[in-house]
C-alpha cells in the first residue's frame, strides 16, 4: 500500500482529496500545514507527497517537499498551486525538479500527473 | 482524516497569517512611490538608501542592499546597505555557475539548507536565507538587489515579486546615472524621464492587473473543491457520500459568489443619495441585522449609545454594511465560539465616533497596517472574501470619514469610526 502525505489548507479540498487516494488503496495522511507534514513526515515516512504552495503558518509546499525528499531520496513529490501564483513558484519548482499541478484541477489532471511520475 | 485537518488548522489565535495574504495597496504601491522618488532624486546612491529603508520597512526584510557586479559578473560589491551591522562596504567573488546565472537575470534564493555550500556575505549578519534580484534594465544586468532575513523562512512569493518591480525600478536608476554620467544630451535624458513617467503609468495599470490576479487566486481554491467534489458526488455509489460533498460544492460555491458580490460592491462608486441620519437607530438595526444573521446565536452585541447623539449626512443603507462588515468579521475572527461586541457612540467635537469592540484574538501588529487592503484576509477558511473592511473603509471615506484598527490592552480588536456631524 503506498503511502500518501497531502498538504493543503483547504478543508474540503484536502477531504476530498483523501478520500480519492484512499479509494484507490493508498494509506493516506491528511494534514493541513507545512509545519504538520514535517512534524508528522517522519513516523508516516510517504512514498507520495501531493501539497499545497501557499500554507499557513510559514512553511510553504515547496520548503515542505525540499525537507521531505532530503528525508526521503526516493519521494515522488507534486506541488498544487494557484494558477495566478505567476513564475516564481514554477521557477522554484522547476529548480527542485518538483512537477507542478495548477489549481483548479480535476481528478483525471491528477491522475494523468501521477501516472507521469517517474 | 477531518478530525486531523480540524485540529491542526485551528490556531490557538483563531488567526491566520495565510502567506497568500494579497497586500495588494502597499506592495504595489511600492514600488511605484519608489519610481516617483527616482526622479525627483538626482543622486542615486542617496535615492538607494531610501530605497532600501523604505523596502525594509515595508515588506519586513531584515537586511537590505545593493550590489553592482564587476563586467565578468564574477564579484558583486556592495554599494549601499540597509540593517547590516558592519557599514563597511564588502566584495563578494562568485563561483562561475552562479555568476553565469546573476548575468542572466535570475532570481537567486540563498538558503543554509538548499545551498548549504553556498555562502553569502549577509550570513555573517546573522541572516539565513535571502535571494537575490537582478537589477536588469534594457538588456542589461547591473548588479543585484539582495534581501535577507535572520529566521529560516524562505522570503515569500509575494514578497520577491515586490521586489522584482523595485528591482527594476533601481536598474532605471541606475541605467539614467550611467547615461548622464557619459554626457548623453539633456535632452535625450529628459525624454528619457518622459519614458519613465509612461512607465509609472504602466506600473498604476499594473496593480490593477495584481488586484485582478487577486480575485482570481480568491476563487482557485473553492473551485478546486467544487470540481473535485462534483467528480466525486458522480462517482459515489453511497447516497450519505453524495449528500456531503454536493454540501460541500454548495459551501464553495457559495464562497465563490460571496467573492463576486464583494468584489461588485467594490467596484462600485456611483455617487449616493444621502440624508440626515441617526446613527444610534441605524446600530441598532445593524446589532439586530447581525445577530441574526450569525450561527445560532453565537453574537451578543452590546450597545452602549450616547443619547443625544449628532446626526450625520449619510447613505445609510451604506453605512449599514459598513458597520455590518466588522461585525462579521469579528464573528469570523472566534471560529465559530461565540462573539461579544460592544459599539459605543458619542460625540466629540464636530464628528461623531463609534468604537466597536470585540473580545477576539485581535490583529497581529505587523497587520494593523494591512487589514483594509483587498484581499488581506486572515480568516479564509471561515468563508471570510478577503473584501469586507477594505469596503467598509471605502464608504467610510466616501463620507469623509475614517476608521483605524487597534488592539485593546485586554485583548480583542477595536475599530474606531469617525464621521462628520452634520451641519445644523
Same mark, same amino acid.
Given at each position: 500500500m503506498t503511502r500518501v502525505m497531502v498538504v493543503e489548507d483547504e478543508a474540503d479540498s484536502l477531504e476530498l482529496l483523501g478520500s480519492w487516494f484512499e479509494d484507490r488503496g493508498y494509506e493516506v495522511l491528511a494534514v493541513s500545514s507545512g509545519v504538520a507534514a514535517l512534524e508528522q513526515a517522519e513516523r508516516f515516512a510517504p512514498e507520495l507527497l501531493l501539497t499545497d504552495y501557499f500554507l499557513p503558518g510559514g512553511v510553504n509546499g515547496i520548503e515542505v517537499a525540499r525537507r521531505l525528499l532530503g528525508w526521503f531520496p526516493d519521494l515522488r513529490a507534486v506541488l498544487m498551486t494557484g494558477m495566478l501564483q505567476g513564475t516564481f513558484t514554477r521557477d522554484l519548482a522547476d529548480r527542485e525538479h518538483i512537477p507542478v499541478m495548477l489549481k483548479p484541477f480535476n481528478f483525471r489532471t491528477l491522475a494523468a500527473t501521477l501516472e507521469s511520475l517517474p | 482524516m477531518n478530525d486531523t485537518a480540524t485540529e491542526l488548522g485551528s490556531d490557538e489565535s483563531g488567526l491566520y497569517a495565510t502567506e497568500s495574504v494579497t497586500r495588494f495597496q502597499r506592495r504595489s504601491g511600492l514600488a511605484h512611490a519608489l519610481a516617483l522618488a527616482a526622479l525627483s532624486e538626482t543622486d542615486v546612491r542617496s535615492f538607494f538608501r531610501f530605497a532600501l529603508d523604505r523596502i525594509r520597512a515595508e515588506l519586513e526584510i531584515d537586511l537590505v542592499e545593493v550590489a553592482l557586479s564587476s563586467k565578468d559578473f564574477r564579484s558583486l560589491s556592495r554599494i549601499e546597505s540597509e540593517g547590516f551591522a558592519d557599514q563597511s562596504l564588502h566584495d563578494v567573488s562568485l563561483e562561475a555557475e552562479l555568476a553565469e546565472r546573476v548575468a542572466a537575470g535570475h532570481i537567486i534564493t540563498l538558503g543554509a539548507e538548499t545551498h548549504g555550500e553556498r555562502t553569502f556575505a549577509a550570513q555573517s549578519e546573522g541572516a539565513i536565507s535571502g535571494a537575490w534580484v537582478p537589477l536588469t534594465g534594457g538588456n542589461e544586468t547591473y548588479g543585484v538587489l539582495g534581501a535577507y532575513s535572520k529566521d529560516d523562512r524562505a522570503l515569500s512569493e509575494d514578497t520577491l515579486s515586490a521586489l522584482a518591480d523595485v528591482a527594476e525600478v533601481f536598474a532605471r536608476a541606475i541605467e539614467r546615472r550611467r547615461r548622464e554620467d557619459r554626457g548623453v544630451q539633456d535632452i535625450e535624458s529628459r525624454a528619457l524621464r518622459k519614458n519613465e513617467e509612461a512607465i509609472c503609468r504602466a506600473q498604476r495599470l499594473a496593480s490593477l492587473g495584481r488586484f485582478a490576479a487577486g480575485i482570481a487566486h480568491e476563487l482557485t481554491n473553492p473551485l478546486t473543491s467544487i470540481l473535485l467534489g462534483a467528480e466525486s458526488g458522480l462517482r459515489t455509489e453511497d447516497p450519505t457520500r453524495a449528500r456531503q460533498v454536493l454540501g460541500a460544492i454548495l459551501k464553495n460555491a457559495e464562497r465563490c459568489s460571496r467573492i463576486m458580490d464583494s468584489v461588485l460592491k467594490f467596484a462600485r462608486e456611483e455617487e449616493s443619495t444621502r440624508w440626515i441620519t441617526d446613527v444610534n437607530r441605524l446600530l441598532e438595526r445593524v446589532a439586530c441585522l447581525a445577530q441574526n444573521e450569525a450561527p445560532a446565536h453565537r453574537l451578543k452585541v452590546k450597545l452602549e449609545l450616547e443619547a443625544r447623539l449628532t446626526p450625520v449626512f449619510a447613505n445609510p443603507t451604506e453605512l449599514e454594511q459598513a458597520f455590518i462588515n466588522i461585525l462579521r468579521n469579528a464573528v469570523e475572527a472566534k471560529n465559530g465560539r461565540i462573539c461579544r461586541v460592544a459599539i459605543r457612540s458619542e460625540n466629540v467635537a464636530k464628528r461623531i465616533r463609534i468604537s466597536i469592540s470585540d473580545d477576539g484574538p485581535g490583529i497581529p501588529a505587523e497587520h494593523l497596517a494591512e487589514v *483594509?487592503?483587498? *484581499? *488581506?484576509? /486572515?480568516?479564509r477558511r471561515t %468563508?471570510? /472574501? %478577503?473584501l469586507g473592511l477594505s469596503i467598509t473603509q471605502r464608504i467610510l471615506a466616501a463620507h469623509d470619514g475614517s476608521i483605524h484598527a487597534l488592539n485593546q490592552p485586554r485583548g480583542g480588536a477595536c475599530f474606531v469610526i469617525e464621521l462628520p456631524a452634520a451641519r445644523q
Amino acid at each position: 500500500m503506498t503511502r500518501v502525505m497531502v498538504v493543503e489548507d483547504e478543508a474540503d479540498s484536502l477531504e476530498l482529496l483523501g478520500s480519492w487516494f484512499e479509494d484507490r488503496g493508498y494509506e493516506v495522511l491528511a494534514v493541513s500545514s507545512g509545519v504538520a507534514a514535517l512534524e508528522q513526515a517522519e513516523r508516516f515516512a510517504p512514498e507520495l507527497l501531493l501539497t499545497d504552495y501557499f500554507l499557513p503558518g510559514g512553511v510553504n509546499g515547496i520548503e515542505v517537499a525540499r525537507r521531505l525528499l532530503g528525508w526521503f531520496p526516493d519521494l515522488r513529490a507534486v506541488l498544487m498551486t494557484g494558477m495566478l501564483q505567476g513564475t516564481f513558484t514554477r521557477d522554484l519548482a522547476d529548480r527542485e525538479h518538483i512537477p507542478v499541478m495548477l489549481k483548479p484541477f480535476n481528478f483525471r489532471t491528477l491522475a494523468a500527473t501521477l501516472e507521469s511520475l517517474p | 482524516m477531518n478530525d486531523t485537518a480540524t485540529e491542526l488548522g485551528s490556531d490557538e489565535s483563531g488567526l491566520y497569517a495565510t502567506e497568500s495574504v494579497t497586500r495588494f495597496q502597499r506592495r504595489s504601491g511600492l514600488a511605484h512611490a519608489l519610481a516617483l522618488a527616482a526622479l525627483s532624486e538626482t543622486d542615486v546612491r542617496s535615492f538607494f538608501r531610501f530605497a532600501l529603508d523604505r523596502i525594509r520597512a515595508e515588506l519586513e526584510i531584515d537586511l537590505v542592499e545593493v550590489a553592482l557586479s564587476s563586467k565578468d559578473f564574477r564579484s558583486l560589491s556592495r554599494i549601499e546597505s540597509e540593517g547590516f551591522a558592519d557599514q563597511s562596504l564588502h566584495d563578494v567573488s562568485l563561483e562561475a555557475e552562479l555568476a553565469e546565472r546573476v548575468a542572466a537575470g535570475h532570481i537567486i534564493t540563498l538558503g543554509a539548507e538548499t545551498h548549504g555550500e553556498r555562502t553569502f556575505a549577509a550570513q555573517s549578519e546573522g541572516a539565513i536565507s535571502g535571494a537575490w534580484v537582478p537589477l536588469t534594465g534594457g538588456n542589461e544586468t547591473y548588479g543585484v538587489l539582495g534581501a535577507y532575513s535572520k529566521d529560516d523562512r524562505a522570503l515569500s512569493e509575494d514578497t520577491l515579486s515586490a521586489l522584482a518591480d523595485v528591482a527594476e525600478v533601481f536598474a532605471r536608476a541606475i541605467e539614467r546615472r550611467r547615461r548622464e554620467d557619459r554626457g548623453v544630451q539633456d535632452i535625450e535624458s529628459r525624454a528619457l524621464r518622459k519614458n519613465e513617467e509612461a512607465i509609472c503609468r504602466a506600473q498604476r495599470l499594473a496593480s490593477l492587473g495584481r488586484f485582478a490576479a487577486g480575485i482570481a487566486h480568491e476563487l482557485t481554491n473553492p473551485l478546486t473543491s467544487i470540481l473535485l467534489g462534483a467528480e466525486s458526488g458522480l462517482r459515489t455509489e453511497d447516497p450519505t457520500r453524495a449528500r456531503q460533498v454536493l454540501g460541500a460544492i454548495l459551501k464553495n460555491a457559495e464562497r465563490c459568489s460571496r467573492i463576486m458580490d464583494s468584489v461588485l460592491k467594490f467596484a462600485r462608486e456611483e455617487e449616493s443619495t444621502r440624508w440626515i441620519t441617526d446613527v444610534n437607530r441605524l446600530l441598532e438595526r445593524v446589532a439586530c441585522l447581525a445577530q441574526n444573521e450569525a450561527p445560532a446565536h453565537r453574537l451578543k452585541v452590546k450597545l452602549e449609545l450616547e443619547a443625544r447623539l449628532t446626526p450625520v449626512f449619510a447613505n445609510p443603507t451604506e453605512l449599514e454594511q459598513a458597520f455590518i462588515n466588522i461585525l462579521r468579521n469579528a464573528v469570523e475572527a472566534k471560529n465559530g465560539r461565540i462573539c461579544r461586541v460592544a459599539i459605543r457612540s458619542e460625540n466629540v467635537a464636530k464628528r461623531i465616533r463609534i468604537s466597536i469592540s470585540d473580545d477576539g484574538p485581535g490583529i497581529p501588529a505587523e497587520h494593523l497596517a494591512e487589514v *483594509f487592503d483587498p *484581499f *488581506f484576509s /486572515t480568516q479564509r477558511r471561515t %468563508g471570510g /472574501t %478577503g473584501l469586507g473592511l477594505s469596503i467598509t473603509q471605502r464608504i467610510l471615506a466616501a463620507h469623509d470619514g475614517s476608521i483605524h484598527a487597534l488592539n485593546q490592552p485586554r485583548g480583542g480588536a477595536c475599530f474606531v469610526i469617525e464621521l462628520p456631524a452634520a451641519r445644523q
